[in-house]
């Protein structure tokens, strides 16, 4: 939510950049090299800063949240790995405000996996992060 903001307004500038870029191109009697130029250059700009607003997954996010829930996981899914992965997956998704999906993964996972009062404890607490914050 708070990246659309960046994002809407990067593409109104691209827009507006390629709009003077193909007007001055394809429309303009005699080319304004300095327009031009610093149109070119808007859009390069805000084409690379394009990559940059939307946070991207680091490799290392599922260790780094494992280590910093490790209180609130506890012992849970302790003989199975994936489901493991999967509950770590849905508490980064928690921190990336992915709410609804992390919620979603939480209810697969408490029907399908929670075999112990210890899995129940940990998908249920961070469910109940997630639907405090989700709309």
């Keep these: 939510m708070k990246y659309k903001t960046l994002l809407i307004i ?32 808007i859009f390069v700009t805000f084409s690379l800063a394009l990559l940059k607003i939307r946070p991207k997954r680091s490799v290392f996010d599922k260790k780094l949240y494992a280590d910093r829930y490790k209180e609130i996981i506890g012992d849970a899914f302790q003989n199975d790995r994936k489901s493991l992965d999967q509950l770590i997956s849905a508490i980064v998704d928690y921190n990336y ?36 914050h989700s709309s």
């Design 97 to 132: 405000d992915k709410y609804d999906k992390a919620i979603k993964r939480l209810d697969k996972l408490a029907e399908t996996s929670c075999t112990a009062p210890c899995d129940y404890s940990a998908v249920l607490t961070i469910k109940g992060f997630a639907l405090s």
């Design 10 to 41: 990067n593409v109104l500038c691209l827009l507006f950049s390629a709009w003077i870029i193909i007007y001055e191109m394809a429309f303009a009697d005699e080319i304004n090299k300095k327009l031009l130029a610093k149109a070119a250059v």
